[in-house]
């Protein structure tokens, strides 16, 4: 852990279509730190992971993120993954005709043009792909199919994690990683995110569930509720959570709006 | 005036031209070709059904001229060549304008059996046993056709022959004035012979107005295998009509994709008749539209026998203000039994400038069949589109490697595997913006930088 800043969000809001979902969000993260957004469903946990990547059908109406000292909400999605930032999809999308060869040949080359780098080597290019694939023990077969398509659930979230061992982010958001998981396919996806931990780069695990957390410990744990954090504390609040369910969060949350 | 009176008045003009320099049998043609298109007055436009959203009429307005007298026009056929992807060696027929030209690939290879040739070095007797004798009755295309026809290709392979190298042909435009090329190629199949051919248009001369009226006549005879595969790479100024009729006998397999690259107009009409029962009929197309291309297809199979199999795919993608038609008619006849015919057209419009008009159509005469048939048009989709933004893909690459992926079933439609590398690989320059229109050259120099 560092006095770095990696990522500043300030009074973040967003809206889609006209419905504004994010409504002041505060965030500060470090090299090396682990965070833990938690939240009931439509809290607007998955909006923010969008928001930060860059996905146009939402839109920013206010605030800022500063990434790395970068305006990141000023950069198109490709630049924000090239400067270092990485979603990995709560429901990763199927692309027919698209071989994944293909498909992470064209990011890989891309974030090197980006850098002012020739294009990777045919034979550096593949032996990069076995190296990481074994991150997360990707069957090789998958990587000559089409992009996700005809994948299970649990190869899809590998796949997400090969991706971000490809391309080496500081900044890596989960989101909702966990769902659709069995036992062991989450303990291999855990585990290939903590073997790329490093303390240069820092991870955002989007959760529902405390389970997940068992397997990445976080350092912070913050709880977004109807559009803002609520709480902020430690790995404590995620098992309080667990035990409690969101009601009692609700609960103070309603009395403090109607004490204002 | 209209565009058809210009070479009605060109073939009377010119009809002693035109038959000294032309076999007796394409001669025997005229007659008919003159009585029909007298009484017809003009080509197909837009108030003819089928033709509602290409006028063959404006297609051929243009003063083209018409090389009766056969001069010699120079090309560059090396320079057709620099399209040719390497490792694929074919059996390689050019055809400059109207004019065929042996290369030497076919002296000394072409097994017993096997014709690939002129239609003049076919005997009079046998090239009359199939002109116009393969599927379809007669229409404005074929009338066109023959009254101003002096030369062909004619690809023959005899019973029980089965030729393993592909055949190609290479129709290049040449020339410094606008000019018609009237084409026909004749495929012969006996029983049980086995056939692939690929067929690619090209126009030399960019900025040349050039119009081909062509018609394909594939007769499958019983058990034979025919694979047609037809690449059109032309340029903005070219507009073709061309005409594929193909007959199948007994136990017959037919499989032709058409694929347009790059073009002006296009207007492509298939026409296959399966007369013999179990024959399958495999027909595919692809169209990628960009700046005006303009590309419509029209496809008839009717099933006359029992137990076949057809099956349709058509795509396109269309973007910047190009338009395209598709009109697919299946016909079931009746007393036809057990036959399986499915249609499928999907298509995507990469821009809010491209248009897309479809028609989809079943006619069944009996209720022992099982038919499909389905339309879709959409856009790219967004979500993948973003999905791999967010891996650092920028957007112009995202979309063209989705449009590529668009087209990756109907290149799997292809048996012949190098065939299937070779569309696979002209389709990614194309979307690249390497091929066609660009030039030749610029397919050259991409080709070496991959290798």
């Known amino acids: ?260 | 005036m209209g565009a058809l009176k210009q070479y009605i008045d060109l073939a009377r003009e010119h009809r002693s031209t035109l038959d000294g320099n032309a076999p007796a049998a394409l001669n025997e043609g005229r007659e008919r070709a003159l009585a029909f298109l007298d009484e017809a007055r003009r080509l197909p436009d837009g108030s003819d059904e089928g033709y509602e959203k290409t006028s063959v009429e404006e297609m051929f307005k243009p003063d083209f001229g018409v090389n009766v007298n056969r001069v010699n026009i120079p090309v560059n056929v090396a320079r057709s060549f620099r399209c040719d992807v390497p490792n694929i060696t074919t059996l390689l027929a050019v055809v400059v304008n109207d004019r065929f030209v042996a290369t030497s690939t076919l002296q000394g290879n072409l097994p017993e059996g096997v014709r690939v040739c002129s239609l003049r070095d076919v005997p009079r007797e046998e090239l009359e046993g199939y002109l116009g004798r393969s599927a379809g009755g007669y229409d404005a295309a074929m009338a066109l056709n023959s009254l101003l026809l002096q030369d062909g290709v004619f690809i023959g392979v005899d019973k029980g022959v089965k030729l393993h190298k592909p055949v190609q042909i290479v129709n290049i435009f040449s020339g410094g004035v606008p000019l018609l090329a009237p084409r026909r190629v004749i495929v012969a199949a006996g029983e049980g012979a086995e056939v692939s051919i690929l067929k690619c248009d090209h126009t030399q001369t960019p900025g040349v107005k050039f119009a081909s009226s062509e018609i394909v006549e594939i007769f499958a005879g019983e058990d034979a295998r025919v694979e047609w595969c037809d690449l059109e790479e032309s340029t903005p100024d070219t507009v073709r009509w061309c005409q594929l009729r193909c007959c199948q006998q007994r136990g017959s397999r037919v499989n032709i994709c058409g694929a347009t690259l790059t073009n002006g107009v296009t207007r492509n009409e298939y026409l296959i008749e399966v007369e013999g029962d179990g024959c399958e009929t495999l027909l595919s197309g692809m169209a990628i539209g960009s700046g005006r291309q303009h590309i419509d297809n029209s496809s008839f199979i009717c099933h006359s026998a029992d137990h076949g199999h057809s099956d349709q795919l058509f795509k396109y993608v269309l973007d910047e203000n190009a338009s395209g038609a598709f009109e697919g008619l299946i016909e079931v006849a009746h007393g036809a039994r057990h036959n399986e015919a499915y249609q499928s057209n999907r298509n995507l419009l990469a821009s809010g400038g491209a248009r897309m008009h479809t028609r989809p159509q079943l006619l069944i005469y009996n209720d022992d069949v099982k038919c499909s048939h389905g339309a879709t048009t959409g856009q790219l989709d967004e979500a993948a589109l973003f999905y791999m933004r967010s891996r650092g893909i920028p957007v112009d690459e995202a979309r063209k490697m989705l449009m590529q992926a668009f087209m990756v079933d109907v290149v799997s439609k292809i048996n012949l595997e190098t065939l299937r590398d070779r569309l696979r690989y002209l389709l990614e320059l194309r979307f690249a913006g390497g091929c066609g229109d660009v030039s030749c050259q610029g397919c050259h120099e991409n080709m070496f930088n991959d290798a």
Do not use: C
């Open chain 1, 1 to 260: 852990m560092s006095d770095e800043i990696l990522l500043e969000v300030k009074d973040l809001r967003a809206k889609v279509e006209d419905k504004e979902i994010l409504k002041g969000i505060n965030l500060t993260i470090r090299p090396g730190e682990v965070h833990a957004i938690m939240g009931p469903n439509g809290s607007g946990k998955s909006t923010l992971s969008s928001v930060l990547a860059g996905n146009p059908s939402f839109t920013v109406t206010g605030g800022e993120a500063t990434f790395h000292g970068v305006d990141l909400l000023a950069l198109s999605p490709e630049d924000r993954s090239h400067e270092g930032l990485f979603l990995s999809f709560q429901y990763p999308v199927e692309i027919p005709g698209v071989s994944m060869v293909n498909f992470m040949r064209a990011a890989v080359n891309a974030k090197r043009k980006y850098f002012d780098e020739p294009p990777m080597s045919a034979s550096d290019f593949l032996k990069m792909m076995r190296q990481k694939r074994a991150v997360v023990d990707l069957d090789n077969k998958l990587a000559s199919r089409s992009v996700n398509e005809g994948f299970s659930g649990g190869e899809k979230k590998r796949n997400e994690i090969f991706q971000m061992a490809v391309l080496e982010p500081r900044l890596a958001i989960l989101d909702e990683t966990d769902s659709g998981l069995d036992i062991d396919a989450l303990r291999v996806v855990a585990g290939g995110v903590n073997k790329l931990k490093t303390d240069r780069n820092a991870t955002i695990v989007i959760t529902h569930y405390q389970r997940l957390l068992d397997y990445i410990k976080p350092d912070y744990v913050h709880i977004l509720y109807k559009g803002r954090i609520v709480r902020t504390g430690g790995p404590e609040l995620a098992l309080e959570l667990e035990e409690r369910g969101y009601d009692w969060i609700k609960a103070e949350e309603e009395n403090k709006t109607g004490e204002a």
